[in-house]
Nanobody, 130 residues
Framework: VQLQASGGGLAQSGDSLKLSCAAS????????????MGWFRQAPGKEREFVAG????????SYADSVKDRFTISRDNTKDVVVLQSISLKPEDTAVYYC????????????????????WGQGTQVTVSS
């Protein structure tokens, strides 16, 4: 399964940005609805950190405290993508954002640990200026 993240770019403090993650590949199960999905980010000189997670069913979510009430993770079934919608961006949101997929039999589990994810996208840069 290959994951393709898109939507990053330059933004100013207070702006909104929408990141998308699409799955593709030769594997029979390549729809994002077949996996628990997550977004992580890595700022320069820092470790990769969890941002948001979504269960396979799409009914459960989890957010890092730093983005709660500002970021929303969801799945667009018509386009078969996972979206990370952000509002009120801050300079500290500057990072490379990665989407990830976790193989799981559970439809309601949300994973916050990067170790739980099997597949990773290439990352998309988000830069927020003050």
């Amino acid at each position: 399964v290959q994951l393709q993240a898109s939507g990053g770019g330059l933004a100013q403090s207070g702006d909104s940005l929408k990141l998308s993650c699409a799955a593709s590949g030769l594997h029979r199960v390549s729809s994002v609805s077949s996996y628990a999905m997550g977004w992580f980010r890595q700022a320069p000189g820092k470790e990769r950190e969890f941002v948001a997670g979504l269960s396979r069913s799409g009914s459960r979510t989890s957010y890092a405290d730093s983005v709660k009430d500002r970021f929303t993770i969801s799945r667009d079934n018509t386009k078969d993508v996972v979206v990370l919608q952000s509002i009120s961006l801050k300079p500290e949101d500057t990072a490379v954002y990665y989407c990830a997929a976790a193989s799981t039999a559970s439809t309601i589990s949300v994973y916050t640990s990067s170790a739980r994810y099997n597949y990773w996208g290439q990352g998309t840069q988000v830069t927020v200026s003050s």
